[in-house]
């Protein structure tokens, strides 16, 4: 029996010096703990990543906190695990591409997740605080796209954020308004945001962040909330720096005002067939999505509620009142489709030319000259030009324009190219890609580092090559607030006032000058009536 011991305590030496190549120093080999001002939590250790799931940081917005300022987290005795995602916001199946992680479908929604590569470093590290996209109606902090582990292994605590959607997010009403103490209603879904950046502030230092170093990002809807918590007195003062993917709230002189979108809410009350707000608050949840599905872009809008907003952001900016931040922006080549201007006629000079007539009237011959085509071959890809810009590439280049004259930081812009390659199911030539541009939302697993979670498409060297060049800027920019660095094309920020220095990022990443500035001013004088 004595010859065991020797034996014995070698093979825990092993296992000692084993466990400690999966841990930080620092970390324990147990599941990773932190105290928070509301308890403590305990996370799990993945691949030597510290994560934390399913995270609350405001009070459940269910009962009679349905259509209220999002509310402070009770704080609970003990361990709370944080070892699964909460549960999405309550939502329709409307986009195919999202592939959620999250434990169902519900109002209590408001959970935050966090990768972290030590909970016990002495060094604090910069804070990514990522938005998901969706239209405000969809989306969830849980898809795999928005994973925070690739982020976290280069230095950065990573946080994806959920917040309400569509009538829970987005609806105001007279009572609603009566109610509360700020004298607003709507916009749950930015409070929502807000509230997580509150927290974060607060807390972000016991996962080995920087309270003072938070860049906040996201695409699509996720940017639009980026330049919403830019613009509003709650949140502008909490960030250090901004990230936007695609599309901004800068792209109209004015959101939809209290009063209407109060209107609009009596509305859906009347179509509900109540007249209280508590029946209102009575009804199930899932009654309430099925009777919000099809009025989702009529009636929940985003509103200059007076409180999360004290006027539009594009007031805010042109004032100078947003955050003073550096900002990285851009958007992609293929964000719409020539069918969105020519619907099912072919695309001809004709066709082109009716229906942009149908769609400017008096300016149309303005727009035919900046989008001008000579030959049917030219309308394709000039018409998707154009329904990308109306769709978001105006409002996102406003926003890079405005912030570089008004920020008083810089602002780099980028022009994100690279198509997605075939998927599996399809692929016939490893080289060819499925389309002729990036599509919307095309970048978001290129930027984040995380082609290897997603296995619909046949991903090529050169797909990882264009990551490693986007996820580097994005990871510089969040450090320092400027994406240059070693081996990387320089990135000179946007001068104000002239054509813009912008970064076309492909498989041959190269900074141009902005070619159709013109494009953009002509929008600006009829969509902002400059």
Known sequence: MRSLVPACLFIVILC???ASAFTQPGDSIRAPRVKTANGLLEGVLESGMCMFKGVPFAAPPVGDLRWKEPQPVKSW???RPAVKFGPRAMQRPIYSDMQFRSDGVS???LYLNIWTSS????????VLVYFYGGGLMAGDGSEYRYDGESMARKGIVAITVNYRLSIFGFFSHSELT???PHHASGNYGFLDQAAALRWIKQNIAAFGGDPDKITIAGESAGSFSVSAQMASPLSKHLISGAIGESGSLLGSPTLTPLADAEQRGLRLAQLAGVSTLAELRAIPAEKLQALAASHEREIFTVTV????FSESPLAVFEAGKQARVPLLVGWNSQEGSFNAITGQDRPTVENYTKAVQRLYGDKAADILKVYAVATDDDVAPVATDLAGDRF???STWKWSDIQAATGGKPVYRYFYKRPRPATVATATSPSKPAANGASHSAEIEYAMGNLATNHVYDWQPEDLSVSQTMQAYFVNFIKTGNPNGPALPVW????????AAVMHIDANTAEETEKHRDRYLLLEQILLKK
């Open 16 to 18: 000692t010096i084993a």
């Open 392 to 394: 978001i590439g105006f």
């Open 492 to 499: 000179r920020p946007v001068k104000s006032g002239g054509p």
């Open 119 to 126: 909970v016990m470093s002495k060094t604090k590290r910069p």
């Open 77 to 79: 005795s003990g361990i």
């Open 107 to 109: 109002e209590d929604c």
């Open 178 to 180: 009566k109610e509360s």
């Open 305 to 308: 509620d007076g409180y999360f």
